[in-house]
Each structure stands twice: as C-alpha cells, then as structure tokens.
C-alpha cells in the first residue's frame, strides 16, 4: 500500500498537481453531483420547468476548469458545463438561481421545444406521406418541402422588423398561429390529396416557424446576462432538440399502426396546432404578466 501511495504520488507530482488543486477539483466534483440531485428534484417538485445535469462529465470539467489561465483563455460554455462554470467562479447558487427563476427565460424555452415537436414532427410525417401514400421518389419528396423551407429565410430577415413594432412576444405568437392554422387546414389530406391543396398549407406552417425564432431567441437571450448568455442559448438548442425527438418519436408512433397512417396523420396534425397555439398563448400571457 506505501509503494502504491508514493508512487501515486509521484505520478501527481510529475502532473504538477497540488494537494490544494486536488482537492479543489474534487470539491468541483462532488458539488456537481449534489447540483444535479438537487436540480433533478426540483423539477421533479414542479419548481423548475428542466433540468440539464453533468453526470459523467465531472472529471473532465473540473480539470477544464483547472487548466483554464484566467486573463488569456477564452471560455465558451455549453449548456452541460456546470463543472467548468464552477470551476472558474460562479457559485452553486447562482447556478440554481440565475436561469431558471426567470419567467421568461422558462417559457420561451418551453415554447422553443414544443414547436419543434410540432414543426420537426409533421417534417417526419409529411416525408412519409410523399413516399408511401403518394409514391413519390426521396428527391421528389424533398422538393416538396422547398415551399415550406423556401418561405423561413426571407420571412427570417423580415421577423426583427416585425418584432421591432409590435414586440417580440406578439410576433412569436402570430408565428406560433400561423403554424397553427396552416396545420388546421391540412387535416383535408387524403389518399390522392393535390400537392397544390398542400403545399400553400406547408408554406404557411414554414412561415411561421422563420416569424417565431428570431425574436424566440433574441428574447430568451434578452432575459439573462450577457455573461452567461452562452448557457442560455445551449439550453435553447437542447430543449429544441428534445423537441424534435420527442415530435418524431410521438407521430412515429400514431402513423406506424397498420393502414392507420392518414388517421394518425390527421392527430399528428391536431397535436401540433394545439401545441402551437399554446406557444402563442404561453408567451402572450408572460408578455401581459411582465
């Protein structure tokens, strides 16, 4: 045990480690454990609306942290670098605290997911539709979509200005209707349905999508300091992301039972025009709260 225990030791001499720093990254390590157990139950008791742990990435972080020269480096968290935020000097409460007791950082995150459970969702469906229903070929079905992706840039570039006279919650909820609506009136699609009785429909849904992200972002942004506006925007991403998971995996399902796809189709369709608009009501009635 003494021969281990010295060479041990040497090998964290040669490191250039310090019992201080030792123990400091384990320190780092088993905060990191108690933040996500403590993250994890709250949202399990409704106080927060997610919870985003480190699990596995300890170690890693902690000597990130360790390694990182303060007055030189440059530091660009991600949204799972809780050990690394505490590495170089943000505390436990303020890890707790800063984002997610803030309303509207909440909800635009919440409404940023459940539109990609929408949007993603029906992207996931209408591809299928094209192929098995219609028949069509992998590359015709992508031109189909070219209406709806063709319409998000330049209603993109028109959102700010939008959102510049009305405000950004009022834009992202007239997307959030849009989107709405154009899913409403798909419910008509049919075995045969016209690419021409679809595609304005898909068109408006893509619409909305390029009216509501801008302002989503800007305004999820807006609602933290600018100091952890990058932890902000990977929350955004990854709440978006479980959005579209969860949307393939939720309209997967209804469309996959045996000569059931057109009904499945049709509650893929009433699911993401409720869930958007209540995106628009969400952040309409956070807007009327401030």
């Excluded at 299928?128 to 079905?141: E, H, K, V």
Aim: charged share 10%.
């Amino acid at each position: 045990m003494a021969k281990t225990t010295a060479a041990h030791g040497r090998e964290l001499d040669t490191a250039g480690l310090s019992d201080e720093q030792l123990v400091a990254m384990l320190r780092n390590m088993l905060l990191q454990r108690q933040l996500d157990n403590r993250g994890f139950q709250l949202n399990r008791q409704g106080k927060i609306p997610f919870a985003l742990g480190s699990e596995g990435h300890e170690a890693v972080q902690a000597g990130a942290a360790m390694a990182f020269r303060r007055g030189s480096d440059v530091l660009v968290p991600y949204y799972r670098d809780l050990g690394l935020a505490l590495g170089v000097g943000m505390s436990a409460f303020e890890i707790l605290s800063s984002l997610f007791a803030r309303r509207m950082f909440a909800l635009t995150a919440l409404v940023g997911l459940l539109v990609n459970v929408s949007i993603y969702g029906l992207i996931f469906v209408f591809s299928l539709y094209f192929q098995r229903i219609d028949g069509w070929s992998a590359f015709a079905t992508g031109l189909a979509f070219l209406p709806m992706m063709g319409f998000v840039l330049p209603v993109n570039l028109l959102a700010p200005r939008l959102a510049e006279r009305i405000g950004a919650p009022q834009t992202i909820a007239l997307g959030a209707t849009l989107g709405a609506i154009g899913c409403f009136a798909l419910l008509a699609i049919a075995p045969g349905t016209s690419y021409w009785a679809i595609g304005p429909q898909l068109a408006l849904i893509g619409g909305g999508l390029g009216l509501l992200v801008p302002p989503l972002t800007s305004t999820l942004l807006g609602s933290v300091e600018k100091s952890r506006s990058g932890i902000a925007a990977g929350v955004l991403n990854a709440t978006r992301q479980t959005g579209s998971v969860l949307g393939v995996a939720l309209f997967g399902s209804l469309i996959g039972q045996p000569d059931a796809f057109i009904a499945g189709a049709h509650q893929s369709l009433v699911i993401s025009a409720l869930l958007l608009f209540a995106s628009a009501m969400v952040i309409w009635q956070a807007k009327a709260a401030s």
